[in-house]
């Protein structure tokens, strides 16, 4: 089946650094990605959408200076958090759409927390 | 703009109990995704619901499309602790854009007590 893999699945960071995220797709091509940020008992949020080869899609309300996205290959899609402040602190969730045969639908990576001190 | 409700949200029964998880959307989709969340976890896959009348089974969890109510139901039969977790539902949708998402329900917290 399909297999995402998300890395780091945690990390602590200080104010004002950057964080980056990573989202591989391990057995398939994936030229859409997506990001959720998930707050504690809260449902998942989609942030935006990462195309392979050109600009993400952001959903409304999301800061794409803050948070960028880069999805240079069709198995690898990047967040990166700028400047992370405590409220950027929360558990961030990739996916891929992956199509055909029992792998049909959507595949989530393991998740990072975040967490901004 | 899709929205997709259930209900309930928190639900707490006794082992061996039966009961079901609803799932509510407001527009026309061809696709219904069941997901388990457990603390601190990303979300395990349990149900693609595909089509009209559409029933799928796993064990204790059985899930069901109705394309025309626009609902969908997750029935837990015998509940055992293990099944204790949060349950999305998640809906695929084309925006006006012509880019597919999900779109997630709220969760239902759902704690099985001995």
């Known amino acids: 089946g399909a297999v995402v893999s998300q890395h780091p699945s945690w990390v602590i960071c200080k104010s004002g650094t950057s964080v980056k995220i990573e989202c591989r797709s391990l057995d398939f091509q994936a030229t859409t990605m997506f990001w959720y940020r998930q707050f504690p008992k809260q449902s998942l949020m989609l942030m935006a959408t990462?195309?392979?080869?050109?600009?993400?899609?952001?959903e409304q309300g999301v800061e794409k200076d803050k948070f960028l996205i880069n999805h240079a290959s069709l198995t690898l899609s990047t967040l990166t958090v700028t400047s992370a402040h405590p409220e950027d602190s929360s558990f961030y969730i990739c996916?891929?759409?992956?199509?055909?045969?029992?792998?049909?639908?959507?595949?989530f990576g393991s998740g990072t927390r975040l967490t901004v001190v | 703009e899709l929205k997709v409700e259930q209900n309930p949200l928190f639900l707490s029964m006794q082992e061996g109990k039966n009961y079901t998880i609803y799932c509510n959307y407001s527009t026309t989709s061809d696709r219904l995704y069941w997901y388990r969340q457990d603390p601190g976890k990303s979300l395990e896959s349990l149900f693609v619901?595909?089509?009209?009348?559409a029933v799928k089974q796993e064990g204790r969890l059985m899930a069901s499309l109705d394309t025309k109510a626009r609902l969908s139901t997750l029935h837990i039969t015998a509940a055992v602790h293990d099944l204790s977790a949060t349950y999305f539902c998640a809906v695929d949708m084309v925006s006006i854009q012509g880019a597919q998402k999900l779109v997630f329900g709220q969760g239902t917290r759902l704690t099985i007590n001995p």
């Open positions: 996916s891929a759409r992956s199509w055909g045969g029992t792998a049909d639908g959507y595949t």
């Open positions: 619901l595909l089509s009209n009348g």
């Open positions: 990462s195309n392979e080869g050109s600009k993400a899609t952001y």
